[in-house]
């Protein structure tokens, strides 16, 4: 089983500010299967990045997701108010058995 | 759309099962399959399984063998969660979410169903 290390756990930054979000595998994500997912309290996780870099239909341009093999990143270049939430990496190479990251919380400063 | 479109909360005691419904609507349905996820309060997001609704292929989560089956009904466009011999631990809010076991990942998810386990 593939494990996923997410850092840092939580992120304390000012709307405007760029953020960078890490996710290490413990094996080679195999074909960079790599997802991101927003999650706000209340609601289902949606889809952001798939594939380490491509972004999901109706993502603004300011989700980036970048990495290959065992280290990926995801960079919100301008926080709006609407992106503080917990994100989580997800490995799908290893299909259909998928791993979840345990998530890194982005919170107002 | 896509929607899928889960069972309301339920209340269980240690040990008892439940069976947690997700309706699909808005796409061929025996083109995907349906994962199931869940987090419990606080927490982060647990894999449970995947199940093909092309061929009812089941892929479980090593942890959770034994315990859980998942089914779909292509009849109804319907996919089925239960989970026996509940314990506190399992209390959580449980997912369907559509995946095609492919190049994508999961894309759409159920609102949730919140299922406590207390005695």
């Known amino acids: 089983e593939i494990v996923l290390t997410q850092s840092p756990g939580t992120l304390s930054l000012s709307p405007g500010e760029r953020a960078t979000l890490s996710c290490r595998a413990s094996q080679s994500v195999s074909s960079n299967y790599l997802a991101w997912y927003q999650q706000k309290p209340g609601q289902a996780p949606r889809l952001l990045i798939y594939g380490a870099s491509s972004r999901a239909t109706g993502i603004p341009d300011r989700f980036s997701g970048s990495g290959s093999g065992t280290d990926f990143t995801l960079t919100i270049s301008r926080l709006e108010p609407e992106d503080f939430a917990v994100y989580y990496c997800?490995?799908?190479?290893?299909?259909?058995?998928?791993?979840f990251g345990g998530g890194t919380k982005v919170e107002i400063k | 759309q896509v929607q899928l479109v889960q069972s309301g909360a339920e209340v269980k005691k240690p040990g008892a099962s439940v069976k947690v419904s997700c309706k699909a609507s808005?796409?061929?349905?025996?083109?995907?399959?349906i994962s199931w996820v869940r987090q419990a309060p606080g927490q982060g997001l647990e894999w449970m399984g995947w199940?093909?609704?092309?061929?009812?292929?089941?892929n479980y989560v090593q942890k959770l063998q034994g315990r859980v089956t998942m089914t779909t009904d292509t009849s109804t466009s319907t996919a089925y969660m239960e989970l026996r011999s509940l314990r506190s631990d399992d209390t959580a809010v449980y997912y369907c979410a559509r995946y095609s076991s492919g190049w994508y990942p999961i894309d759409y998810w159920g609102q949730g169903t919140l299922v406590t386990v207390s005695s």
């Open positions: 199940i093909s609704a092309y061929n009812g292929n089941t």
């Open positions: 997800q490995q799908y190479g290893s299909s259909p058995q998928l791993t």
């Open positions: 808005g796409y061929t349905f025996t083109s995907y399959g």
